[in-house]
């Protein structure tokens, strides 16, 4: 069966082993974050649709699941931001009922948490991770670029509704751009948002692969620290950003050549990688992150975005 939907399982800094679900169009998003490893967004937009039909969706993970491999989280995430998905919720409500051995996660920005619907098909879930970088609009506006309707502190509230009658572990990305959000009052203001919140886990994340746009700079481990100092909260995790040890799964070897050979012949952005290799955004940006780490392809800001490309020395390596 070809996958259109599913992609890896990949190994997560933030979640493990992870079987992602892309529900959503490449790079369609409420969002259009400076420090996005997928690039800028194509189409930016609060308006929940049925992007891709649900049965589709299921019929891949019927294929992937059946013979039960070992994960530690089937994960809504990928290349654009789920819950602009109305297929959410059923694809939420089949894993939880065909296989509840599995930990179900959801990376969202968390902008739609203000949509009571989108809160009561977010409830089955084992995981709810929504992101949080500021607590004023300015700030925000800056590192997101959001929609126009979007208002930060509505959004808030969103993640303080939620909180309130959502049952699983609800953690709580806080995305570092050193100079830009850590300053003593942004923190001030993060810490009380929090303290509201009430999360169960803080991820302190930070610019892992090239961004969007060449002005993010990724937080060293000492300003992290200083930044989980600040924030006085016990529950705070830093994420490692040193590679796994198995960086890339037997699943993936394929696709991984696949996408080598691509980046001999030309050097590309990661849009056109998804339009070459017909691979899923957030399958290419995983297997990218892993190549780069391991010194197999190099990245650089070009007119279109941030190209990838083979390093010299690794040619030969291309089409093996």
Not at 86 to 115: A, H, M, Q
Not at 236 to 246: A, D, G, H, M, Q
């Amino acid at each position: 069966m070809t996958l259109n939907h599913i992609f890896g399982p990949v190994l997560s800094r933030r979640l493990g082993l992870s079987l992602g679900i892309d529900l959503i169009p490449f790079k369609t998003c409420s969002y259009d974050c400076a420090y996005c490893e997928c690039g800028a967004s194509t189409v930016k937009t609060v308006t929940r649709q049925d992007f891709f039909p649900a049965e589709n969706v299921i019929a891949e993970l019927r294929y992937v699941l059946a013979s039960h491999p070992h994960l530690d989280s089937i994960t809504l995430a990928g290349s654009g931001e789920p819950t602009l998905s109305l297929s959410l919720g059923r694809v939420i409500t089949f894993v939880k009922r065909e296989y509840p051995e599995y930990t179900l996660s959801v990376l969202t920005n968390g902008c739609l948490l203000t949509d009571t619907m989108v809160q009561k098909e977010l409830l089955p879930a084992d995981r709810v991770i929504p992101t949080l970088t500021s607590v004023f609009q300015p700030t925000f506006e800056r590192i997101h670029r959001p929609h126009p309707l979007l208002r930060i502190d509505a959004i808030i509230e969103g993640m303080e509704q939620f909180r309130e009658q959502y049952a699983g572990a609800l953690w709580l990305e806080v995305f570092i751009i050193p100079d830009v959000n850590t300053t003593t009052t942004e923190l001030e203001g993060l810490k009380a948002a929090i303290e509201r919140i009430s999360p169960d886990r803080i991820q302190l994340n930070t610019l892992d692969r090239p961004p969007a746009d060449g002005w993010v700079r990724a937080a060293t481990d000492a300003e992290l620290e200083q930044v989980s100092d600040l924030l006085g909260r016990t529950g705070i995790e830093i994420v490692n950003r040193k590679p796994p040890v198995s960086q890339v799964t037997m699943a993936m070897t394929e696709v991984s050549k696949l996408i080598q050979a691509t980046l001999c012949r030309r050097p590309s952005t990661v849009e056109d990688i998804v339009h070459t290799t017909g691979r899923s955004g957030g399958e290419v940006v995983k297997i990218l992150g892993v190549l780069e780490r391991e010194g197999l392809v190099t990245s650089q800001r070009g007119t279109r975005g941030v190209f990838y490309a083979v390093l010299p020395e690794n040619l030969s390596n291309g089409d093996s």
